[in-house]
């Protein structure tokens, strides 16, 4: 049959919150709520009984291929984070950032 042969083009459709390992690495324990939305973003489930865990679903699907599937929880005690569960595993940065100290005040003025 042709319709075995021809398919139709399939979008790649993506749906959720993207978490990468870059992201999670950033957490640490104690941050407070407001920390981590701002290093995750806002979170895709929070349920109403289960106020104090964060839920982070991702899916990325592409053709015909198997879909993506990605989800982290994230939890509280006493409105700081407490650990992180998931498939995502937190891990260092692949190149650790450093402070660096810039002067930007130039040379002294030479005196007369």
Avoid: C
Avoid at 16 to 23: H, I, P, S
Avoid at 32 to 52: K, W
Avoid at 87 to 100: C, K, L, Q, S, T
């Amino acid at each position: 049959m042709l319709s075995n042969v021809i398919k139709p083009f399939r979008i790649d459709v993506r749906q959720g919150n993207a978490v990468t390992q870059e992201m999670l690495s950033q957490l640490s324990p104690g941050m407070s709520r407001e920390q981590v939305r701002f290093v995750m973003g806002s979170p895709l489930l929070v349920d109403v009984f289960h106020a104090d865990r964060w839920d982070y679903v991702y899916q990325f699907s592409t053709g015909y291929a198997e879909p993506e599937r990605r989800s982290v929880a994230i939890f509280f005690i006493a409105d700081k984070l407490d650990r992180i569960e998931g498939d995502v595993a937190a891990g260092r940065a692949e190149v650790p950032i450093a402070p660096r100290v810039i002067d930007i005040t130039g040379p002294a003025a030479a005196k007369p």
